[in-house]
């Protein structure tokens, strides 16, 4: 078998060099540490196993609950979750953030913030988004925060109708219903290719 450096590595060799990179990165995937190793997804896991090293969900929740803080999303803060049921962000609307003439924030961070809740919420190691339907109620200004909360609303398989409603101080400013797949459809999804 030939590993990382391309050299015929021994099992012994390979857990050890997936013990460091675990400890580098928790959040790599079996398939990308197959790739790299040059061994099967069946492998990785085996030598996880015998490792007692947790699948890459268990860890990323690992590391969430040792961060100080609440969980940072791509955009927003991460104030609540509740895997497979929903979720609650907090995104406050900075200058960097706005069309600097008129102060408004452009309409990309609304949809960036409810499309990133809506994955957070599924609970599935891995998910990609199938769909997605948004409407912009009103512009939202610089300073203002915007609290979107998602929720699962149907479950069939592995496939998640997730819904998101932004608001400041209450009153609507952005919708979304977004269909996420989960780990067996996005695999079936890469495989069509």
């Given at each position: 078998m030939r590993g990382?450096?391309?050299?015929?590595?021994?099992?012994?060799?390979?857990q050890q060099l997936l013990l460091h990179r675990l400890e580098d990165n928790p959040f790599v995937t079996d398939a990308e540490l197959a790739r790299a190793f040059g061994v099967s997804k069946q492998t990785i896991r085996l030598d996880r196993l015998s490792l007692s090293i947790p699948e890459v969900r268990e860890r990323v929740k690992s590391v969430a609950r040792q961060a100080t803080g609440a969980p940072r999303?791509?955009?927003?803060?991460?104030?609540?979750?509740?895997?497979?049921?929903?979720?609650?962000?907090?995104?406050v609307v900075t200058g960097d953030m706005v069309i600097s003439k008129i102060n408004m924030?452009?309409?990309?961070?609304?949809?960036?913030?409810?499309?990133?809740l809506?994955?957070?919420?599924?609970?599935?190691?891995?998910?990609?988004?199938?769909?997605?339907?948004?409407?912009y109620h009103r512009p939202v200004y610089l300073g203002e925060e915007v609290i979107a909360r998602g929720a699962v609303k149907v479950v069939r398989g592995l496939t998640y109708l997730v819904s998101v409603h932004s608001r400041v101080e209450g009153e609507i400013v952005f919708k979304g219903q977004f269909v996420i797949l989960g780990a067996k459809e996005a695999e079936a999804c890469e495989d069509s290719r």
């Amino acid at each position: 078998m030939r590993g990382v450096t391309g050299l015929k590595t021994s099992k012994e060799q390979r857990q050890q060099l997936l013990l460091h990179r675990l400890e580098d990165n928790p959040f790599v995937t079996d398939a990308e540490l197959a790739r790299a190793f040059g061994v099967s997804k069946q492998t990785i896991r085996l030598d996880r196993l015998s490792l007692s090293i947790p699948e890459v969900r268990e860890r990323v929740k690992s590391v969430a609950r040792q961060a100080t803080g609440a969980p940072r999303l791509v955009f927003g803060d991460l104030v609540k979750l509740e895997p497979g049921i929903s979720g609650t962000s907090s995104l406050v609307v900075t200058g960097d953030m706005v069309i600097s003439k008129i102060n408004m924030l452009h309409g990309y961070y609304l949809f960036a913030q409810a499309h990133a809740l809506a994955m957070a919420v599924v609970d599935a190691p891995l998910v990609l988004t199938g769909s997605a339907r948004v409407r912009y109620h009103r512009p939202v200004y610089l300073g203002e925060e915007v609290i979107a909360r998602g929720a699962v609303k149907v479950v069939r398989g592995l496939t998640y109708l997730v819904s998101v409603h932004s608001r400041v101080e209450g009153e609507i400013v952005f919708k979304g219903q977004f269909v996420i797949l989960g780990a067996k459809e996005a695999e079936a999804c890469e495989d069509s290719r």
